[in-house]
């Protein structure tokens, strides 16, 4: 089964898909710096830099498909052009990005797609543009449903939510979302922050290198899965910190935020996520893409670019590239690939079904 991935950032979607047995043809994006971590870590997939509103973009995924046959669109299209254009203005310039991925579809016919975007998008405009969407893929020959779901309940130890709407070609089947895995309702439950990086060196004392070495052995199922066969530890720096904030940041009892500091401290920053510490006992609270204002359960630090990288399900051998912030972004703007894997395994399940009739 090949995949084309569009929007892929550093490429947390279709690493998922690569987990379920999909190939990766391309990934394109335009933010350079996540197409190198992209090219890293996906097997041979090509990486374009490119613009998704113009036609040349279509002309250039074409010569790199050639006579290949996609069988998947994954895409996490931008949705800000509808929040200033509204339901009736749905083919507005603003608007283009989000017509690309429609257009791809009309182009490759693939027999699924899968497009995610932030929960809130169901909502705007009271579902209007949610329903367009639906109703624009239904027309052109697909049967699309959309669902919010939450990454912890596919193993991610993160309360993430994201909006994903698949899409199944008519003669092939019906959307059917994987079902939840951990947490209510099951006999597994959620995957915790310990359970995530409880294994990792603690950066107490020295900040650490790019390329370290792990300080002790594993202690869950999910570090083991992380590691898998990995022997080096990339991208677990920590941040030098001010003594200032370590003192702020110690007085937060763990799992709670600002409102638990004294009077008087830390007040320069009072916002609703603002010193907020994890709890290593739950699943952590959505990582963001610049990491300021998360903590670390214990220690007196935000998380480094790999202890937030296992929180999103990264495995330790998929290595992020470019300044730290950079990789700070790439990590918290990625899907969790536990999440794409759940969706791939999802789709080949129905077309599977299908092909057996």
Known sequence: MNAIDLFAGCGGLSKGFMDAGFNIIVGVDNDQDALNTFALNHNGAKPLNADLSKQETFDKIK????????????????????????????DDERNKLYLAVIEMVKQYKPKAFIIENVPGMATLYKGQIKEEILKRFRDIGYNIDCKILKACDYGVPQMRKRLIFMGIRKDLGKPCFPKAEFGPGTDRPYRTCRDAISDLPTRNTELGKNKDVYSQDTATEYQKMMR??????????????????????????????????????????????????????????????????????????????????????????????????????????????????????????????????
């Open 63 to 90: 010569k790199i498909v050639g006579d290949r046959t996609i069988d998947v669109i994954i895409a996490g299209p931008p949705c800000q052009g509808f929040s200033l254009t509204g339901p009736r203005n749905f």
């Open 228 to 357: 898998k066969n990995c022997m080096v530890l990339s991208n677990h720096v920590a941040t030098n910190h001010k003594d200032f904030v370590k003192e702020t940041i110690a007085l937060v009892p763990e799992g709670g935020n600002y409102k638990d500091l004294p009077a008087g401290v830390g007040v320069s920053r009072s916002f609703h996520m603002a010193w907020t510490r994890l709890d290593g006992n739950a699943p952590a609270r959505t990582v963001d893409t610049g990491h300021r204002n998360l903590f670390h359960y214990k220690l007196n630090r935000v998380p480094t670019v790999r202890e937030n990288a296992r929180i999103q399900s990264f495995p330790d051998d998929f290595v992020f590239t470019g300044t730290r912030t950079k990789q700070d972004r790439q990590v918290g703007n990625a899907v969790p690939p536990l999440l794409g894997e759940a969706l791939g395994k999802a789709i080949l399940r129905i077309i599977g079904e299908k092909n057996n009739d």
